[in-house]
T-cell receptor
Framework: DTAVSQTPKYLVTQMGNDKSIKCEQN?????MYWYKQDSKKFLKIMFS???????INETVPNRFSPKSPDKAHLNLHINSLELGDSAVYFC?????????????FGPGTRLTVL | GDSVTQMEGPVTLSEEAFLTINCTYT??????LFWYVQYPGEGLQLLLK?????DKGSNKGFEATYRKETTSFHLEKGSVQVSDSAVYFC???????????FGKGTLLTVNP
């Protein structure tokens, strides 16, 4: 069984479009994250939700809007896509609490904006 | 702010060679330290971690020791295999929001 899953795996779209990426975890975790990996493999956090509440919002353009309908899901909606949004987006999850610091990552969604 | 610096590579080794990937960090307090591995076309997997000074994390023949005096967490393996070819990320977590701060990744290629 897949612990952290993302859909779609690949997404190719035109500039200016709006798209969503979905993430689901079946680990019973409380906290979920979105990371962006650029073409040079550099990984940077974008958002984090704990029990459906936003707790981390790094300096990400407001074209990016995360939505957490329940604690097992964290979706990422992107408006007015730009060329610079092309990247691999990773979802991750972890248990809340001081001793549970290991994050489990999904397989990634490769977004290509043309 | 927090930061992680690791040797950028790429690193190319022959099978059975010794591997070291250097990682140093800047953070106040007592971060937890991690090595994640990303195999081609896949997501990140936790390789090992250490949560306090002098702890040694180990997994699959890889080791790293949390050295607070040198703020380092170097990754080592005594004998690499072709299947170890991947990108390796050093990372830290500090504070209650558990935000992972990553180094830039090191591409390792092991040739037969």
């Amino acid at each position: 069984d897949t612990a952290v899953s993302q859909t779609p795996k690949y997404l190719v779209t035109q500039m200016g479009n709006d798209k969503s990426i979905k993430c689901e975890q079946n680990l019973g975790h409380d906290t979920m994250y979105w990371y962006k990996q650029d073409s040079k493999k550099f990984l940077k956090i974008m958002f984090s939700y704990n029990n459906k509440e936003l707790i981390i919002n790094e300096t990400v353009p407001n074209r990016f809007s995360p939505k957490s309908p329940d604690k097992a899901h964290l979706n990422l909606h992107i408006n007015s896509l730009e060329l610079g949004d092309s990247a691999v987006y990773f979802c991750a999850s972890k248990l809340a609490g001081g001793n549970a610091d290991t994050q489990y990552f999904g397989p990634g969604t490769r977004l290509t904006v043309l | 702010g927090d930061s992680v610096t690791q040797m950028e590579g790429p690193v190319t080794l022959s099978e059975e060679a010794f591997l070291t990937i250097n990682c140093t960090y800047t953070a106040t307090g007592y971060p937890s330290l991690f090595w994640y591995v990303q195999y081609p076309g896949e997501g990140l997997q936790l390789l090992l971690k250490a949560t306090k000074a002098d702890d040694k994390g180990s997994n699959k023949g890889f080791e790293a020791t949390y050295r607070k005096e040198t703020t380092s967490f170097h990754l080592e393996k005594g004998s690499v295999q072709v299947s170890d070819s991947a990108v390796y990320f050093c990372a830290l977590i500090r504070g209650s929001n558990y935000k992972l701060t990553f180094g830039k990744g090191t591409l390792l290629t092991v040739n037969p």
